[in-house]
């Protein structure tokens, strides 16, 4: 690959300008030189150095501690790493920005149940509707139990909360249910058709029962989003710009459908985040269809900003918790029953031939094995090889890209962006998928295939326990990663993921001086310990966005002056 040869050509002309002795001059040495440390630098043409240098914005040279400290100038501030790993910053490929509990906390976020059952979600509802004021969201995540139980309907929560908006989400993101004074507030009228991408849960009569699924409940979420202040919204943003940089992410990429285009930009320019931000449209549909160019005005509009919009992410089908992953042969725990797409496959094959016709990046969110083998075949029908793989096509989550689909997707040039938490379900999964649970997660037989592998969060944003996760991977420990390709997946897949590796996701010469000296060698620390990393120095291009002061003070335990 052209970018890395000329990487390893300036290793080489820095390297020889040190031990040649020879001095550049003042102007050309670094502002900033890190050293006797241990620097995992994910290009795989040099993946550990002791040592790095930095000049405005860029890595300028990598090498050994010597070869570095030999480019320092008087000018030039030094810190002694003193033995700690440095990495490329994290960067979290597929976020959501301000999806959160409607400001007020989840109303069970204290519950030592993950998965209580409705009976207990129904009098802890009760419970809250009698000390808050009528009107008050109770906001609640909740798991299969409810999502499965037939008595968890609208009228049941009316019968407990009347006059409170209820929302129980579950944690998947998917599925969503309402008591009416929520479907109100969210425009849902009783008798709504069902919108492009998602449906309505419906009694005997056809009346809307509180069950909201895919495109339906993203919608209502986000009329219901709109009430929320500005403020409260860039509030939030900015505490999660504070946790980013403490764990050292310093890049993030948002799937953004909370909120309409326009106010999601508005926000997000607002909360001035220390992190480099890419947004990622998600457009709504409508019982009409898919809102294919809601985002079009905020595209032009941010061109020319430090905040890109580009790409396109749509939903083709749900997960399997809510068994709704659309398989090729039926669900263990329901005879029959293999999933249901969201769209339709006309409409599946029209997104394809969007992506197609345009320069704007496609994702899909695409967990079931029989959804990847449609999109790629779609694929494969509407375009050669190398026009697919210019494109990088990006399966988020990718479950289901089995071991016989993976030749095609290398043809095809499909990224995978994997959420390590997801695979943190053996139970679930081994109920739902039976034996076939070995062929679901694909992860360490993607790296040795060569098909690009990205890592986001789309859940705990912390990269350290993802890390944890894709290194043990509990649904198949088969595909687990080792904690190197974990890392690689996280900075140079995810750049790699947005078109950008040539410009961050490694630490050479040249690359954006974006990077985390943590608190502990992730790559030695038994597993347990990994979620505890953070980091005690987070730069981004060049610029400290946080600095937690123990390099100093480790500096002045040693003596140092
Ligand atoms: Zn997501």
């Known amino acids: 690959m052209a970018p890395r040869r000329l990487a390893a050509v300036l290793v080489a002309l820095c390297a020889h300008a040190a031990s040649t002795g020879a001095q550049s001059p003042a102007s050309n040495a670094p ?36 070869e570095i400290q030999a480019l320092a100038a008087p000018s030039t501030r030094r810190i002694e790493l003193a033995g700690r790993v440095v990495i490329p910053g994290i960067n979290d490929a597929h976020d959501h920005l301000g999806w959160g509990p409607l400001g007020t906390p989840d109303a069970f976020s204290e519950s030592p149940m993950p998965d209580p059952a409705f009976a207990q979600v129904a009098d802890s509802v009760a419970a809250i509707a009698r000390r808050t004021p009528a009107g008050t969201w109770i906001y609640a995540s909740v798991g299969t139990t409810v999502l499965d139980d037939p008595a968890a309907r ?290 360490r037989s993607l790296v040795e295939r060569g098909i690009p592998v990205a890592l986001g969060s789309d859940g705990p944003r912390n990269p350290y326990l993802n890390i944890l996760l894709a290194t043990i991977h509990p649904n198949n420990p088969a595909q687990a990663l080792t904690r190197e390709q974990a890392v690689r997946a996280y900075t140079w897949g995810s750049a790699y993921a947005e078109h950008a590796e040539r410009e961050k996701g490694t630490l050479a010469p040249g690359m954006l001086a974006d990077l985390a000296v943590l608190s502990q060698d992730i790559f030695t620390v038994a597993p347990d310990a990994l979620p505890a990393t953070v980091s005690v120095l987070t730069l981004v291009g060049g610029k400290v966005v946080h600095d937690s002061g123990a390099l100093q003070a480790g500096a002045r335990s040693r003596g140092a002056p």
């Open 154 to 443: 609208r009228a049941a929560l009316d019968r407990v909360a009347p006059a409170h908006p209820v929302w129980l989400q579950g944690w998947t993101g998917h599925g969503t249910l309402m008591n009416t004074a929520a479907l109100r507030i969210a425009g849902v009228a009783d008798t709504a058709r069902d919108p492009v991408g998602g449906w309505y849960g419906r009694d005997q009569v056809g009346r809307i029962d509180g069950l909201l699924h895919g495109y339906a409940a993203w919608n209502a979420r986000r009329t219901i989003q709109a009430a929320q202040q500005d403020s409260t919204l860039v509030r939030t943003l900015r505490g999660a710009g504070d946790e980013m940089v403490r764990f050292g992410i310093t890049s993030v990429q948002d799937m953004s459908g909370t909120f309409d285009p326009a106010r999601a930009m508005r926000v997000i320019r607002a909360a001035e985040l220390p992190v480099r931000v890419r947004v990622i449209p998600m457009p709504a549909t409508t019982s009409a269809g898919r809102l294919t160019g809601e985002w079009n005005d905020e595209r032009q509009r941010q061109r020319s900003t430090n905040i890109p919009v580009s790409g396109v992410k749509w939903v083709l089908d749900g997960t399997p918790v809510e068994r709704l992953a659309v398989q090729r042969a039926a669900y263990a725990d329901r005879a029959g029953h293999v999933g249901q797409s969201y769209f339709p496959i006309d409409t599946i094959a029209a997104i394809v031939a969007e992506a197609r016709a345009s320069d704007e990046q496609l994702m899909v969110h695409v967990s079931g094995d029989s959804t990847a083998a449609l999109v790629l075949s779609l694929m494969a029908r509407a375009d050669n090889d190398s026009a697919w793989r210019r494109r990088r096509v990006r399966l988020e989550h990718g479950d289901g890209l089995a071991a016989d689909l993976q030749p095609l997707a290398r043809r095809l040039g499909v990224v995978v962006v994997q959420n390590p938490s997801h695979l943190a379900l053996p139970h679930i999964m081994g109920a739902r998928l039976g034996a076939r649970t070995t062929a679901y997660g694909p992860l």
């Open 31 to 66: 502002d900033l030189v890190l050293t006797g440390g241990r620097i995992f630098t994910a290009d795989s043409a040099r993946p550990w150095v002791q040592a790095l240098a930095i000049r405005a914005d860029r890595i300028v040279a990598v090498g050994t501690s010597a």
